[in-house]
């Protein structure tokens, strides 16, 4: 049974910053992604990196703000969050291999975390 195991959320102040881990318990994953939900709005796509790490791609929202990267066994992936906002509050999931053709659509992945809350305060 695959499991994505997210760390790192926190409450923060606007402009600061936290760091986000999401571990695969078993195996390699040819795209790993972050999404973001926040109360009574639906699951919106952050960020996505392929398996080596050669193509990032983030949500126009958080582009020049946050980082997503692998580390060097390809199981684990990070989201650096830099210069929060308040509108950046959300629970931040992990989500991992891509079984379908959109990087940004929830529902093309087949495997999720449990969720990290991100909380910022202005």
């Known amino acids: 049974q695959v499991q994505l195991v997210e760390s790192g959320g926190g409450f923060v102040q606007a402009g600061g910053s936290l760091r986000l881990s999401c571990a695969a318990s078993?195996?390699?994953?040819?795209?790993m992604a972050w999404f973001r939900q926040a109360p009574r709005k639906e699951r919106e796509f952050v960020a996505a990196?392929?398996?080596?790490?050669?193509?990032?791609y983030y949500a126009y929202s958080v582009k020049g703000r946050f980082t997503i990267s692998r580390d060097s066994t390809k199981t684990t992936v990070y989201l650096q969050m830099n210069s929060l906002k308040p509108e950046d509050t959300a629970v931040y999931y992990c989500?991992?291999?891509?079984?379908?053709?959109?990087?940004?659509?929830?529902?093309?992945?087949?495997?999720w975390g449990q969720g990290t809350q991100v909380t910022v305060s202005s």
């Open positions: 078993e195996r390699t994953f040819n795209v």
């Open positions: 990196i392929n398996i080596s790490g050669s193509s990032p």
């Open positions: 989500a991992a291999d891509l079984i379908a053709g959109s990087l940004t659509e929830p529902n093309d992945y087949a495997y």
